[in-house]
């Protein structure tokens, strides 16, 4: 749907408080990165290094260890000794590992700087797609590129090396898709979903949502080529088998992942495994409720999709929540890729979209300090 109302381009005082923020940011990222001799900030490490290991374990021709903790942890630990024993896991698919191998050409920092520069790519690219079918900020793209890299999970996401930036580009790309008539679009569409399937907790249920509940029919046709790319990749670095051997990785990670980014978790099973302790159950009884309450959830989005035909493209603006609460691990950072949810609930008057997007950007700085 194509929001006409716009409130025209920003006046000179916003655009000079906006240039101000801009350089402050600037100067502050400078600072840090001259500053920090430990190297284990979020511009200058992040989460890294479980993206640089697996690419460094292929190009050494590991590929058999690809999941190996033991070989991760002292991939990591070399480039990032005051680590002192402590990684990041990776276990994303192998497809993902070959996509990143290039990294390991560049020293840590450069490749660090490098995939910075590539995500803050793709947020500025996202934000360009989704003014395409929005007015207000197709006039307003500058300012509102700023406040909404304020917001917490896209700054994290973007500056920390995580892939939101990723996540966000794709569906954006794919609800704008969706938005018009014509099958080449759904095609455009899938193929945009099927590509987040690097994630396949969020890539596969959104796939489902679209392509069969929303009856996009061409979404699945789209997602098909895509798909087999990915598990020819996959199988050029772990063999025909890959997927298994996946599968069993991803479980063991996922185990572990909620002892220890629990407390960031924002998924609906994240939600009731963090107030375990508080409700004197055991995690497991909350995780399970928590599962109940998802599935609810997603369960009701489904149908609502599957009875709307008439406005079913409306409804989609809210994959990006329904996805992220509704899957097992989502951690706050991943949120990011919820930005067309949130600016199409924007209203549409300059003022007020500041004092929304300055409050969210406090409370989003508070819960991540928290």
């Known amino acids: 749907m194509d929001r006409r109302i716009g409130s025209g381009a920003p006046p000179a005082r916003e655009r000079r408080l906006v240039m101000t923020i801009w350089i402050g940011m600037v100067i502050a990222v400078l600072f840090v990165a001259l500053t920090d001799r430990a190297r284990s900030s979020m511009l200058l490490r992040g989460d890294f ?3 640089y290991a697996p690419a460094v374990i292929l190009a050494n021709g590991q590929n058999d ?54 995500l803050f790519l793709c ?5 360009v797609v989704a ?15 700023l406040y909404c890299l ?22 954006c790309v ?26 396949p907790q969020f890539g596969l249920p959104s796939l489902f949502l679209v392509g069969i509940c929303a009856r996009r029919w061409g979404v699945l046709i789209g997602a098909i080529p895509i798909v087999a790319m990915y598990w020819l990749i996959g199988a050029s670095v772990l063999g025909p088998n890959w997927l298994a051997e996946w599968v069993s990785a991803a479980r063991s990670f996922g185990d572990a992942n909620f002892g220890v980014n629990g407390h960031q978790m924002v998924s609906c099973i994240g939600g009731f495994h963090a107030l375990a302790p508080f409700l004197d159950v055991s995690v497991e009884n909350a995780r399970t409720v928590g599962g109940g309450v998802a599935l609810c959830l997603f369960g009701a989005y489904a149908l609502r999709l599957w009875v709307s ?33 949130f600016l199409s609930a924007l ?9 929304v997007f300055g409050v969210t950007s406090v409370l989003c700085g508070l819960a991540l300090a928290a």
């Open 49 to 51: 290094p479980g993206f």
């Open 65 to 118: 260890r690809l999941y190996d903790l033991e070989l991760q942890r002292e991939v990591e630990n070399r480039y990032w000794p005051r680590d002192e024993g402590q990684f990041f896991i990776s276990a994303y698919p192998p497809f993902v590992a070959r996509v990143l191998q290039p990294l390991s050409l560049l020293t840590p920092d450069t490749a660090k700087f490098t995939a910075t520069a590539l």
């Open 123 to 127: 947020y500025v690219s996202a934000i």
């Open 131 to 145: 003014g395409w079918s929005d007015l207000t900020l197709r006039t307003r793209r500058s300012p509102e590129l």
């Open 150 to 171: 304020l917001l917490a999970p896209v700054a994290v996401g973007v500056l920390a090396a995580q892939n939101t930036a990723v996540s966000l580009l794709l569906i």
């Open 174 to 199: 794919a609800l704008d898709q969706l938005r018009r008539p014509g099958v080449r679009h759904e095609l455009v569409a899938g193929a945009a979903l099927a590509l987040w399937l690097f994630k």
């Open 309 to 341: 035909r008439d406005r079913v493209t409306e409804h989609l603006v809210l994959l990006g929540p329904v996805v992220a609460i509704c899957t097992p691990q989502t951690l706050f950072y991943d949120l990011g890729f919820c930005l067309p949810a």
């Open 347 to 355: 209203p549409q008057d300059a003022r007020s979209r500041r004092i």
